[in-house]
C-alpha cells in the first residue's frame, strides 16, 4: 500500500464510530450536498460512498479515489478506468451486493480493505449496522469487484510524468534555436561600398568641393 493511500485510510478510521444523527441526517451527506453534486438534498442520503468521498476530498485524492454518492456509479467509473478486478488487496474499494447477483448494476454499499487473510476481507465500512462508520470483517460471497484507486494514480502520475519529459524538450528544443553568446543577430551589416570606402585611408578620400565664397570683391 502506497503512503498516500495509509494517510487516507488513518483519515477515515478517525471517524470509526461516527453515527447517524436525528433524521438520518450526516456530515458527510451535507458535504457532498454542497461541494460535489448540487440537485438534491444529500444530508439523509445513505452514505457509505459519500464518507469514502469526503476523505478523498479532504487530501486532495479526487481525481484517483473519486467523488460518488452512488455506488454502481462509482464501480462503473472504476471499470472505465481499467482499475476494475475481483482480487481483494489492502487499499481496495471493495462493493458489494447483498442479493449475491454478482452484478455492478446490483451493488448495495461499499467499503474499503485493509487487509486480507486467505478468504477473509478485513474493511472499514460507513453507513453499516444501523448507520455507522465500523470495522467489519467479511467473507467475499457477497463481493462484486474492487475498484484499485493505485492502479488509476499510477497512470495519471506516469501521464504528468510524459508531459513534463515533452515540456522540457520543448524548452531545451527552443532553447537551442536561440543565438548563442556573442553572435549579433540582427545588427545591421555594412553594404559592399561601405565595407570598401572604410579600407581607403581618409588622406586619399575625395573632399567634397568647396562652395565659392558669396559676396563683392573688395574695391581696388
Known amino acids: ?60 485524492y479526487e481525481d484517483w479515489i473519486g467523488q460518488f454518492a452512488w455506488t454502481v456509479s462509482h464501480a462503473e467509473w472504476f471499470k472505465e478506468q481499467g482499475a476494475w478486478g475481483h482480487k481483494p488487496k489492502p487499499g481496495a474499494f471493495v462493493f458489494y451486493d447483498w442479493s449475491g447477483s454478482n452484478s455492478i448494476d446490483k451493488i448495495d454499499h461499499v467499503g474499503i480493505v485493509t487487509r486480507v487473510e486467505g478468504d477473509t476481507i478485513f474493511t472499514i465500512e460507513g453507513n453499516i449496522d444501523g448507520g455507522v462508520a465500523k470495522r467489519k470483517e467479511r467473507d467475499t460471497s457477497k463481493v462484486v469487484g474492487y475498484g484499485y484507486p493505485e492502479r488509476i494514480k499510477s497512470r495519471l502520475d506516469e501521464e504528468a510524468a510524459r508531459q513534463q519529459r515533452e515540456a522540457q524538450k520543448k524548452a531545451n528544443d527552443q532553447a537551442a534555436l536561440q543565438p548563442g553568446p556573442g553572435t549579433d543577430v540582427g545588427a545591421l551589416q555594412p553594404s559592399g561600398t561601405e565595407l570598401l570606402t572604410s579600407l581607403i585611408p581618409r588622406s586619399e578620400i575625395e573632399e567634397p568641393a568647396q562652395a565659392p565664397e558669396t559676396g563683392s570683391s573688395p574695391a581696388k
Open 1 to 60: 500500500m502506497t503512503p498516500e493511500m495509509q494517510k487516507y485510510i488513518e483519515l477515515l478510521e478517525s471517524q470509526l464510530g461516527y453515527a447517524e444523527k436525528a433524521g438520518a441526517y450526516t456530515k458527510f451527506g451535507a458535504w457532498y450536498g454542497k461541494n460535489v453534486e448540487f440537485d438534491a438534498d444529500y444530508s439523509s442520503a445513505p452514505w457509505c460512498d459519500m464518507y469514502l468521498s469526503w476523505a478523498a476530498h479532504k487530501l486532495g
